[in-house]
């Protein structure tokens, strides 16, 4: 069996539920039960085969609404593995604290084709970091306190995973400066992040290496899943940029979130539309059971 949670980020209606339920029925999924997880927000409708039917048939159907279809088994996720920026924060660090050194154009430019899976990520890391030599580093405390805003939604998802017994890992392909004490005011268990370079009082303009880049997130994901002995469908990885897809590619609920074309078009999921507490109801988990932030 599988379910199709649509998440609306306005008003979810009894007609659209009723219109979703007969394309399911109209592509073949041989729809069953459906219900509200929490009534105007969020509901599921169980159906029985052909999923990737289900997500042609939902996917853009109905306006501001997200749809999660995958199997009713192992719904539930003991693992998070996530992005940091623009996915549990809502900026690119590297391209705010570019704007420190007044260069956020050129830097934010290479960040965009490096999302968008048209550069080396450690190669464009490199040469964005290059660009910040001499940079005081008292901008570091500076871009955090100022540019540095958690998504919605970020910590509520964090904390209540954490609450029924889920292990959270934030890994980036930025940095410790702004991940430590992101991951920290979120909730994560773990961190891992990419450490820049100082030395005297300013940026060094370099990397330590090794880079945390696709591979390593990929590794984590598949270390902490066999860490704690879990399936593969007890997996939940999200991000939204190219750096993000070997990791969304192997867990067992992979979810593009305000994702580029490329990250969006390979996922399992989409988030496009609503708040990282969409990913508590893909899990079938209403507010009520929700760890508020």
């Known amino acids: 069996m599988f379910t199709a949670t649509l998440i609306a980020a306005g008003r979810l209606s009894p007609q659209t539920l009723s219109d979703a339920n007969d394309a399911l029925a109209a592509a073949g999924c041989v729809p ?3 219900g509200w997880l929490d009534e105007g927000d969020a509901a599921d409708i169980h159906f029985g085969l052909a999923p990737d039917a289900a997500r042609k048939a939902l996917g853009d159907r109905f306006d501001r609404v997200d749809v999660v279809v995958q199997p009713m088994a192992g719904r539930v996720k003991m693992l998070l593995v996530a992005d940091m920026d623009s996915t549990m924060i809502t900026v690119e660090c590297i391209d705010e604290l ?4 007044g260069i956020k154009p050129e830097i934010a430019a290479i960040t965009e084709r490096a999302m968008r899976g048209e550069l080396d990520f450690a190669d464009a890391l490199d040469a964005r970091v290059a660009l910040l030599k001499g ?3 008292g901008a570091i405390e500076r871009c955090r306190a100022e540019r540095v805003r958690l998504t919605p939604g970020a910590a509520t998802l964090v904390r209540t995973m954490r609450a029924r017994g889920a292990t959270t ?3 980036s392909g930025g940095f410790t400066a702004f991940a430590d004490p992101v991951g ?3 909730g994560f268990d773990r961190v891992i992040a990419n450490r820049l370079e100082i030395g005297g009082g ?3 303009g370099t990397v330590a290496k090794p880079i945390v880049d696709s591979s390593t997130k990929e590794r984590t994901l598949r270390w902490a899943r066999a860490e704690h002995g879990l399936a593969d469908e007890a997996t939940l990885a999200v991000g939204d940029g190219a750096n993000d897809l070997a990791m969304i590619g192997i867990a067992g609920l992979g979810v593009a979130y305000h994702a580029k074309p490329i990250v969006a078009q390979a996922a399992h999921a989409r988030i496009d539309h609503g708040d990282l507490t969409a990913l508590l109801w893909a899990q079938g988990i209403a507010k009520a059971d929700w760890v508020a932030a």
Do not use: K
């Not at 570019?98 to 050194?101: K, L, S």
């Open 32 to 34: 069953t039960t459906l």
């Open 98 to 101: 570019a704007d420190y050194a």
């Open 202 to 204: 300013a940026l060094a």
């Open 135 to 137: 940079l005081d580093e």
């Open 169 to 171: 890992i934030l890994v």
């Open 184 to 186: 920290a005011e979120i």
